[in-house]
């Protein structure tokens, strides 16, 4: 089993930045890949952003060029980092992981963040 921990949601004014924060702890060197999620009210829940153990990343379209998802193994955190902000990013962003049992792949998920930006 793998926990996720997310930091760092909070209001924002258009145009501005923040950066997530996600720590994962338990069975991390079963984990394959990482990304985040997001999901504003009456909407389904989309992929932002991924990371693959080798480094490898893909992006929502709408994102691309705003946001930037990265790593760092030693403290075995993920981050989303956050710039020209715009009102229709405000969502609730989890974090999650793919993790590979030895038999199939086992989803994990962090509690959710809100991040909402508004003037």
């Known amino acids: 089993q793998v926990q996720l921990v997310e930091s760092g949601g909070g209001l924002v004014q258009p145009g501005g930045s923040l950066r997530l924060s996600c720590t994962a702890s338990?069975?991390?060197?079963?984990?394959?890949?990482m990304g985040w999620y997001r999901q504003a009210p009456g909407k389904q829940r989309e992929l932002v952003a991924a990371?693959?153990?080798?480094?490898?990343?893909n992006y929502a379209d709408s994102v691309k060029g705003r946001l930037t998802i990265s790593r760092d193994n030693a403290k075995n955190t993920l981050y989303l980092q956050m710039s020209s902000l715009k009102p229709e990013d405000t969502a609730v962003y989890y974090c999650?992981?793919?993790?590979?049992?030895?038999?199939?792949?086992?989803?994990?998920w962090g509690q959710g963040t809100q991040v909402t930006v508004s003037s």
């Open positions: 338990g069975n991390i060197f079963s984990i394959v890949a």
């Open positions: 999650n992981s793919k993790s590979w049992s030895g038999s199939v792949y086992v989803n994990s």
């Open positions: 990371i693959s153990t080798d480094g490898n990343t």
